[in-house]
Structure formats: structure tokens, C-alpha cells
């Protein structure tokens, strides 16, 4: 009776937390609605976009953009209340020093989030643009090109790179769950090499220069993660343990 009691009022928090971050949704949506516009202009005046007519093949392209637009907003400003809610959700089960610790996760998620699109925005994506548009050139091509594929291009470059800018907090994560080892890191090292050139080749034009400009700061991101999971790893184990 008493474990059925306690369910309930897990699921009863649990409802509690998203409303909140629905609540929170909603009212990023409107923002996101207000911003939409100002947001599209000042893609539309960056040097990328400046030098692209943006065609509209029917009438709800440019409907399904703004909403597009508002709904990204609304995702990127619901992240720390997402990750806020979470926390305290779990909260009850930590300890003050786990608590404290893993509040630190929040700001910082949002803000390697915030890095990774603001790096894919403004150097991955220019790259990808004037490729492809050297490449329609070489071989005659009249670029015609709508606003929704220009957007849809932009935001299959722009978002796997801000997730995976997540790369060091997923990785102490693991590792304050003990599921990632100093051992595992140096056997799964080389692995990870080739699956971040491999991810690097497929969300950069296909030659020398921008594969490296994509892969190295993953390459990069992967040894700063590795460097602070085994720092923390070593903490863990030089910590007191309490019985």
C-alpha cells in the first residue's frame, strides 16, 4: 500500500513538472511568434542568405516557416526548463553534493547547445552554401531556390552539430555513472576517430578543407571531454567513501 502511495505521488510530480515545462512551451511559442519575423530578416540580410532569392512554390511556404521558425524558438528556450525540471524531479534521490553537481548540467548544456548551432550557423552552413552553389555553377545550373528547402537545408546542418557539442556533459555523465572508465575511453579512442570524421564527412561539402574544418573541432571536442572524464573519474575514486 505504501509503495502504491509512493507511485502516485511520483507520477503526480512527474505531471507536475510537465505542465510546467509545457506551460513554459507555450509561452515560448508566442514569443517565438513575436520573434519569428525579426528572426528571418536577419538570416535574410546575413552574407549567405543576402545573395539567395527566397522563392515560395505555394501558399503555405511561407506560413510553415514562420511557424517553423517560432517552433525552434520555443524548443531552444524550453531546453533549461526541460533539463531544470528534470533535476528536480530527481532531486529527492541525490545527495546535496550529487544536487549541486548535477545543477551545473543545466547552464551548461544550454549554453554548449547555443555554441554548436552558433558554430554550425556561421561556419559550417556558409561553407555547405558555397559549395553547392560552385557545384551548380560547374555545371550550368540555374539556382531557383525556395525558402523551404533553403531552411530545411539549414537546419539539417545546423541541429545534429548543436547536439553533438553535448559531447562533454553526455561523457561525464557516463562517467559519474560509472558506465565510462578512463580504460574504456583509451579502448574506444580510435573508434571514436572514425565515427566523428565519418559524421564530419557527411554534414560537410565533400573536399579536403571543410572536411577538416568540421571533423577537427569534434576530434577536438571529443579529447576535451575525455581530458575532463578522466579528471573527474580520478576525483571519484580519490573521494571518501561513506558507509
Known amino acids: 500500500m505504501d509503495s502504491q502511495k509512493e507511485l502516485i505521488a511520483h507520477l503526480s510530480e512527474l505531471r507536475k513538472r510537465l505542465l510546467i515545462v509545457f506551460s513554459w512551451f507555450i509561452l515560448s ?17 546575413g552574407p549567405t542568405a ?85 557545384m551548380n555553377q560547374n555545371v550550368g545550373a540555374v539556382e531557383t531556390y525556395g525558402i523551404d528547402r533553403y531552411f530545411s537545408f539549414m537546419f539539417s546542418i545546423i541541429f545534429p552539430l548543436g547536439v553533438a557539442f553535448e559531447m562533454p556533459l553526455v561523457m561525464l555523465f557516463l562517467t559519474r555513472l560509472g558506465l565510462l572508465t578512463p580504460e574504456r575511453l583509451t579502448v574506444t579512442r580510435k573508434y571514436a576517430y572514425v565515427g566523428l570524421a565519418i559524421v564530419g564527412a557527411c554534414i560537410s561539402p565533400p573536399d579536403f578543407v571543410s572536411h577538416l574544418s568540421v571533423t577537427v573541432p569534434l576530434l577536438a571536442l571529443f579529447e576535451i571531454s575525455a581530458f575532463l572524464s578522466r579528471r573527474f573519474a580520478r576525483r571519484m575514486s580519490a573521494a571518501p567513501t561513506t558507509t
Not at 29 to 45: E, F, N, Q, T, V
Not at 78 to 97: E, H, I
Open 50 to 134: 543576402n545573395a539567395v532569392e527566397w522563392n515560395v512554390f505555394s501558399y503555405t511556404d511561407g506560413l510553415f516557416i514562420y511557424l517553423r521558425c517560432a517552433f525552434l524558438f520555443a524548443i531552444l528556450f524550453t531546453l533549461p526548463v526541460l533539463l531544470y525540471q528534470l533535476w528536480a524531479f530527481v532531486r529527492p534521490g541525490l545527495t546535496s553534493t550529487e544536487a549541486k553537481g548535477t545543477l551545473a548540467y543545466v547552464p551548461v548544456s544550454f549554453l554548449l547547445f547555443l555554441t554548436g548551432t552558433a558554430f554550425s550557423y556561421y561556419i559550417v552552413f556558409p561553407m555547405m552554401i558555397e559549395f553547392m552553389a560552385e
Open 29 to 45: 511559442m508566442c514569443g517565438g511568434l513575436y520573434a519569428s519575423p525579426h528572426i528571418l530578416r536577419y538570416i535574410k540580410s
